[in-house]
Nanobody
Framework: VQLQAFGGGLVQAGGCLRL????????????MGWFRQAPGKEREWLTS???????YYADSVKGRFTISRDNDKNTVYLQMNSLKPEDTAVYYC???????????????WGQGTQVTVSS
């Protein structure tokens, strides 16, 4: 499985961004998700979506971020609204076969895309 994330950039606080992640390889049935890592902090799980569309969110982004996927296009999206300066981080697309393993130690990682939220 190969993952490539797109869509990062600079946005003002309160603004929005949409990240995309294109997956290739044998992705059928995989859980997809997003992590982020801010400077000086550990990587943080944000959200997951199963093949059938069930979604899970960390408290830090619940109500502001929305994950979705298009299985026909092998693409997962992260719509980020009401962005805050503390959302500044490198965002990584991830994939794993189970939701539990994705949250703990996803096997497949994309290259990361920088999101910067100015105050």
């Amino acid at each position: 499985v190969q993952l490539q994330a797109f869509g990062g950039g600079l946005v003002q606080a309160g603004g929005c961004l949409r990240l995309s992640c294109a997956a290739s390889g044998r992705t059928a049935g995989y859980v997809m998700g997003w992590f982020r890592q801010a400077p000086g902090k550990e990587r943080e799980w944000l959200t997951s979506i199963t093949w059938s569309g069930s979604t899970y969110y960390a408290d830090s982004v619940k109500g502001r971020f929305t994950i979705s996927r298009d299985n026909d296009k092998n693409t997962v999206y992260l719509q980020m609204n009401s962005l805050k300066p503390e959302d500044t981080a490198v965002y990584y697309c991830v994939a794993e076969f189970t939701a539990r393993d994705l949250r703990l130690a996803p096997r497949y990682w994309g290259q990361g895309t920088q999101v910067t939220v100015s105050s």
